[in-house]
């Protein structure tokens, strides 16, 4: 009976990781056949070509090697610095007896539990205000400023952990603030961090609300918004938009490939504390 039970559990699992992976391969395979053969057979036929054509076209006429760039260059300041004031935040609410920090956490917790959609209108008019509106810059902003209360708390709550003794024990061999924070709890947090990092790094440069609010010229989109005017250009032009879809998706994959091992740590870790 058990066996029974495993193999039905098996075949259940392996039917949905199928259906999960069937229209990642439907765009994979799409990306690399020619535009005459899925005009002359169709989509869901098999393919009769190979080419990176489609590549091509996506990454010089349809933008896209603008667009990767601008992502990169929003997406990594962002991550480094969300990360870093976050763990700073976290470090001084964790380790210091500081008034009212119960309400300073669950006010930071509750900015994340706001719709943006009704936000969007405020901080358009903020950033024109600020005159930085239609600027990486201002999209690194907000980028930072609505993730940063949730980095700290979920920090906050690995930082809270670590035992008091090994703060002490530094202090009294002559460290300071910063050398305990520098030396002591990023490594250890490192798990924490890593799988923050890889999630801050998807979340960013997948982002296509916040982009779409504080930017509108074509040279600064990122990749996201970019492919929604590559759909535009390349109307039917299925190969391309895949090929497109396709190079998006490399970066965050990428990422979590290398930080794979520190982010199922980190989630373990997280769910012993």
Do not use: C
Request: aromatic share 12%; net charge positive.
């Amino acid at each position: 009976m058990k066996r029974v039970k495993t193999a039905a559990f098996h075949l259940f699992a392996g039917g949905i990781s199928i259906l999960w992976l069937l229209p990642i391969g439907l765009v994979l395979v799409t990306a690399f056949r020619s535009f005459d053969d899925i005009a002359a057979n169709g989509l869901g036929s098999l393919p009769r070509s190979f080419t990176f054509d489609g590549f091509v076209s996506a990454w010089t006429e349809g933008g896209e090697a603008r667009a990767m760039l601008n992502s990169m260059i929003v997406t990594v300041p962002t991550v480094i610095i969300t990360l870093l004031l976050g763990a700073m935040a976290a470090f001084a609410l964790s380790r210091y007896d500081i008034p009212y920090r119960r309400t300073i956490l669950l006010i930071m917790l509750g900015g994340n539990l706001l719709p943006p959609q009704i936000l969007l209108v405020p901080v358009s008019r903020l950033s024109e205000v600020l005159g930085i509106y239609d600027t990486l810059i201002a999209l690194i902003v907000v980028q930072i400023g609505f993730g940063l209360g949730f980095y700290t708390f979920v920090l906050y709550g690995f930082m809270r952990a670590i035992p008091t003794e090994i703060q002490q024990a530094a202090v009294i061999d002559g460290a300071n603030t910063w050398q305990v924070f520098f030396r002591i709890i990023l490594p250890l947090a490192r798990p924490a961090l890593a799988a923050l990092g890889a999630l801050a790094f998807t979340w960013v440069f997948n982002d296509l609300l916040w982009a779409i609010t504080v930017l509108k010229t074509n040279t600064v989109m990122p990749v996201t918004p970019a492919l929604l005017g590559l759909q535009g250009q390349y109307v039917s032009v299925w190969n391309v938009i895949a090929a497109g879809s396709v190079v998006a998706a490399i970066p965050t994959v990428a990422v979590f490939l290398k930080f794979q091992k520190h982010f199922v740590s980190g989630l373990a870790v997280g769910a012993v504390k």
